[in-house]
């Protein structure tokens, strides 16, 4: 059986305009609740992506390109890393994007891809799972198309370990579609990451589903972050102690749902 269908708490939004000057590799750039990534594409072109907080949804839809233009501003890489590029395609957005699991099969059917289960696209995760699942599934239903019981039966376990798979991802991805402001504990996460010779390599390994994001953030990892944090000079520490508190409850809570089945 698949899990119930968990919204993420906070869709983000998006405008997706292609720059020519795509130089460099794929970056991403969060400063206080802004996100921005920028993508090389083929002929020289750079995907945009903006994810700001939903409730300048509105000031994105009377006025895409002056909001765009702003937001970009707010996030000082990101506009550096476009600096002299002129927009090539019109700005697209998205909004109510709310990520779920599907009941995803019954006597004789199983839908792949986001039919069944979606995520937040603030993780990139979506293409993914839905070739790597769609693929599983025609692997386990093949063999066994002519034989109902049987067919029904694979397709119920290919569900699950979907379910299995992907639920750790889902609960990372929600958390992070929060579009809360950086806190101290995160940027002390990412200068850490800076600083050690493999970089953000651990990081892009839960990007790229060679880690669980519980193998990145371990509670010996959370508690050295939380340690070094509270010793920055002029760090307001109890907000560094109630941030760790809310994602040691928001951890605990989501350490609940995984135990399930
Ligand atoms: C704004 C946004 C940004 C995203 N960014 C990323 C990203 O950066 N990286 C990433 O990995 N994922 C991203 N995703 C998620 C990714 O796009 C999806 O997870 C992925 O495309 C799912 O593939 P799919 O084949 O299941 O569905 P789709 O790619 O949606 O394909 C379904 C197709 O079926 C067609 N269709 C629907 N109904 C019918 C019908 N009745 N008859 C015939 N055809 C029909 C649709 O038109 C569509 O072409 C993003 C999603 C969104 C919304």
């Known amino acids: 059986m698949a899990g119930p269908a968990l919204e993420a708490t906070r ?12 130089c460099g590799p794929a970056a991403m ?38 909001e765009y233009d702003r937001t970009v501003t707010l996030m000082p890489g990101l506009a550096a890393r476009i600096a002299g590029c002129t927009r090539a395609t019109r700005i697209v957005q998205a909004t109510d994007l709310p990520s779920y699991f599907r009941h995803s099969t019954g006597p004789g ?7 069944g289960h979606f995520k937040d696209p603030v993780t ?18 093949a063999p066994v198309l002519g034989n109902p019981e049987r067919l029904d039966a694979a397709t119920a376990s290919w569900e699950h370990r979907r379910d299995h798979e992907c639920r750790e991802t889902y609960h990372w991805t929600n958390t992070l579609a929060r579009s809360t402001a950086v806190t101290a504990l995160e ?7 800076a600083a050690r010779p ?22 010996t990892a959370l508690a050295t972050l939380l340690a070094r944090t509270l010793t920055h000079p002029g760090v307001n520490r109890a907000a560094v102690l109630r941030t760790a508190l809310t994602e040691a409850r928001n951890q605990r809570t989501i350490r609940h749902d995984l135990r399930r089945r």
């Open 11 to 22: 869709p983000g939004r998006r405008s997706r305009p292609k720059q020519p000057g795509g």
């Open 29 to 66: 750039w969060r400063t206080d609740r802004e996100l921005g990534t920028a993508f090389p594409c083929d002929g020289g072109l750079t995907l945009v992506l903006l994810m700001p907080p939903r409730e300048r949804a509105d000031a994105f839809r009377l006025d895409p390109e002056g």
């Open 109 to 115: 059917w199983a839908p792949a891809g986001d039919a």
């Open 124 to 141: 990139a995760q979506g293409i993914r799972d839905a070739l790597r699942f769609g693929r599983l599934l025609g692997e386990a239903a």
């Open 187 to 193: 940027e002390t996460l990412m200068r850490s990451m």
């Open 198 to 219: 493999e970089g953000s390599r651990p990081l892009l390994d839960v990007y790229s589903r060679i880690r669980r994001p519980s193998q990145l953030l371990t509670p």
